[in-house]
């Protein structure tokens, strides 16, 4: 079993940044892709960005340039900077990894994070 825990959400201004944390923690087992969702009120969920274990990064087009996705295999962790930020933003934002558990392969999501920019 793998438990994720997500932190750094709040309230900013337009323009402003926020960093978020995602810190995977569990035993036996290997985190493969890590990947930052969002949900705004009203939509459905959306892929933000994903990071693979070697380090690979994509983004959905209308944060590309903005947020930056990074991973510490040592700490089993994912952050997501984001900068210049929109009203557009706001939203609950999760974190998902696929983590090899013993010879399977299982998505974990984390209890979701608040981001509110004001404009």
């Known amino acids: 079993q793998v438990h994720l825990v997500e932190s750094g959400g709040g309230l900013v201004q337009a323009g402003g940044s926020l960093r978020l944390s995602c810190a995977a923690s569990?035993?036996?087992?290997?985190?493969?892709?890590m990947r930052w969702y969002r949900q705004a009120p009203g939509k459905q969920r959306e892929l933000v960005a994903t990071i693979t274990s070697g380090g690979t990064t994509n983004y959905e087009d209308s944060v590309k340039g903005r947020f930056t996705i990074s991973r510490d295999n040592v700490k089993n962790t994912v952050y997501l900077q984001m900068n210049s930020l929109k009203p557009e933003d706001t939203a609950i934002y999760y974190c998902?990894?696929?983590?090899?558990?013993?010879?399977?392969?299982?998505?974990?999501w984390g209890q979701g994070t608040q981001v509110t920019v004001s404009s």
């Open positions: 569990g035993s036996r087992f290997s985190i493969a892709t």
């Open positions: 998902q990894a696929t983590a090899l558990v013993t010879t399977d392969f299982v998505d974990y």
